[in-house]
Structures are given as structure tokens and as C-alpha cells.
């Protein structure tokens, strides 16, 4: 080991930055945190995963993909347009 390191070029934070998440501080409120809690430990998956989805599903961008209940919503509410 050296006596003497040169940290002129050194940065601070993790040594490789991790990609396509970001860590935020965000405050929400005591019953919106609750609520997803419980539908985690429902679901099994973690609340903060069912949060960001909600989140996806907002901006319209969610990768899930449409499941029978949600297709069956949307052609009754089709074919009441239609009929």
C-alpha cells in the first residue's frame, strides 16, 4: 500500500452508478402507504414495486399487459357504444 494516494481526479458516490432506477425521498401520505402495504403482503410483491406500476399506469406507459378482466371492462364498454 502507498503512502500517498492522488485523489485529484476523484469523485464522490458509488463506484459504478446503477441504471434505470433512481433512489428519491418522497413523502405520501400514513394511508396511501398503508393501503399499498396490505396489497403487498396480498400480492406478494413489494409495495414500492405496486407503487411505481400505479405510477407507469398514470403516465401510460405500463408494460403489463391487458389481463381478462380489464378486456372484458373495456368490449362490454365497446359494445355498449356500439349497440
Known amino acids: 500500500m502507498r503512502k500517498e494516494y492522488d485523489l485529484s481526479k476523484a469523485k464522490r458516490g458509488p463506484v459504478v452508478k446503477p441504471k434505470g432506477k433512481t433512489r428519491i425521498t418522497i413523502y405520501l401520505d400514513d394511508d396511501v402507504i398503508e393501503a399499498y402495504r396490505k396489497m403487498s403482503d ?42
Do not use: F, W
Open 42 to 83: 396480498e400480492l406478494g410483491r413489494g409495495y414500492q414495486t405496486l407503487i411505481n406500476e400505479a405510477l407507469r399506469e398514470t403516465l401510460g406507459t405500463s408494460p403489463r399487459p391487458v389481463d381478462a378482466r380489464t378486456l372484458r371492462r373495456i368490449l362490454r364498454e365497446e359494445l355498449k357504444k356500439a349497440g
